[in-house]
Every structure is written in structure tokens, then in C-alpha cells.
């Protein structure tokens, strides 16, 4: 299922033709089906635009840079996230993350999530992510005005002398 926050689907209708669009949701990571069924166009003329434009060597379109930071905004606002989608697991058990699910997750270069099923759920995260958040717990549990590695060497100096 294709979920869009309303700053994207503004900056999408803001594209000049049904074509352009079709290659926006394409290079957003979104499959043919879904973009058909999301503008409302048949299967067939999505497969065409796509097909044509490959052949032609059109490059995919991309939200204008303003609309993609608002987007990013309006999601941050609602709560940071793109939402809630629908996902195939394939028959080899892959999973394909589409754009906007990869960017608020803040993805590194690398693409490499940690994964835990909690209750029946699977959850994914960055490494980026992962480190905000031990960062914050152990802000809560750093003592105001001391610095942690300090401490941390004056204890090891005690334990075990200097040098």
C-alpha cells in the first residue's frame, strides 16, 4: 500500500504530467501496482511509462528539493516516521524498503539494519539510530557538569596506578 505524507503529494502534483509522477513514485522505491492503483491509472500505462522512459533513457524524476525538506518536516512534525505500510515478504523471506521508510529510518551508506521480533513484531533499526538512542540513555544516567571519560580514567588510574 502507497502511503504519502500531504507535502509529498503536493510536491508530486506540482509535477508537469502523469508520466513524471509515474517515475517520482518510481525512483521513491514504489512498484508498478502501487503506483497504478495510487493514481488511479492502469497497470498497463504505468508499465509503459516506465518502459519508455527506460528505453529512452529519461531519468526518473525527483521531488523538487524544497518539496522533499517540507516533506521531511511534516513527517518530523507527525511523528518522524513515513508512516505505516504494507510490505511483501518475498518467497526467499526478503524484504523490499521502499524510499521514504529507508530515509526515516536514516539508513548509513552501508544498509545495515539491526533486527528483533518483540511480541510477534519485527523491529528494524540503523546503526545510526541505535547509537541516538544509547546516547540518550546515557545522558540520563551522566552526572551534570562531570565529564564521563574523566571519570572513567581516574577510576582506571585508581584501580590500577598511572601509566
Request: glycine fraction near 8%.
Amino acid at each position: 500500500m502507497l502511503t504519502l505524507s500531504s507535502a509529498r503529494k503536493l510536491a508530486l502534483d506540482a509535477l508537469p504530467s502523469k508520466a513524471a509522477r509515474i517515475r517520482a513514485l518510481r525512483a521513491e522505491g514504489f512498484r508498478q501496482a502501487e503506483i497504478a492503483r495510487f493514481l488511479g491509472l492502469s497497470d498497463q500505462h504505468v508499465s509503459n511509462v516506465l518502459r519508455r522512459s527506460e528505453r529512452e533513457g529519461i531519468a526518473s524524476e525527483r521531488l523538487p528539493a524544497e518539496a522533499a525538506r517540507a516533506t521531511r518536516d511534516v513527517e518530523a512534525d507527525a511523528g518522524g516516521g513515513a508512516g505505516r505500510v504494507m510490505l511483501r515478504v518475498e518467497a526467499d523471506g526478503s524484504l523490499r524498503l521502499p524510499s521514504p521508510l529507508r530515509e526515516a529510518m536514516d539508513l548509513d551508506p552501508s544498509g545495515t539494519v539491526s533486527a528483533e521480533v518483540v511480541d510477534g513484531e519485527l523491529r528494524l533499526i540503523s546503526p545510526r539510530a541505535a547509537v541516538r538512542r544509547i546516547q540518550r540513555t546515557a545522558r540520563r544516567y551522566a552526572p551534570e557538569g562531570v565529564s564521563v571519560v574523566d571519570a572513567f580514567l581516574a577510576g582506571r588510574v585508581a584501580i590500577w596506578g598511572p601509566g
